[in-house]
């Protein structure tokens, strides 16, 4: 757990725990493997959400970075789909640091070019 209460390898909160119907963080620290299930199925869902970002968005290169599948998964999953969305959209004039100060552009920078493609895009996806 991190400072600002992250739960788990991949730092998830506790309201995005309850979408997945994930109540116990106790029992989600102890098992690594749920913690995998569930990075999967955020991800499945922020490839929904995003999915006309990523089409419009990926190979463009905004404010120096290249945009990828992966890049804008990673920063959905850091700084929120919805932040992502209003970075993309507005072609990097519109910026947003996470609680520790990490920007989006870090985020699409340092996560840049990862095979995703076994990530299919899910309104639903259960863990």
């Known amino acids: 757990m991190n400072t600002l209460g992250y739960l788990g390898k991949y730092q998830f909160g506790k309201e995005t725990l309850k979408r997945f119907r994930i109540y116990n963080t106790i029992n989600f620290l102890k098992k690594p493997e749920l913690q995998e299930r569930t990075f999967v199925a955020y991800c499945k869902l922020n490839k929904w ?3 006309k970002d990523i089409r419009r968005s990926v190979g463009k290169t905004i404010n120096g970075v290249k945009i990828t599948e992966s890049g804008i998964l990673a920063a959905a999953h850091l700084s929120g789909a919805g932040n992502v969305k209003k970075f993309l959209r507005s072609n990097g004039v519109v910026r947003f640091n996470d609680a520790y100060g990490t920007s989006i552009q ?7 070019g990862y095979d995703v493609s076994n990530i299919k895009a899910n309104k639903k996806p259960t863990v």
């Not at 870090?106 to 840049?112: N, R, T, V």
């Open 49 to 51: 959400i995003l999915r």
């Open 106 to 112: 870090l985020y699409l920078k340092k996560f840049a």
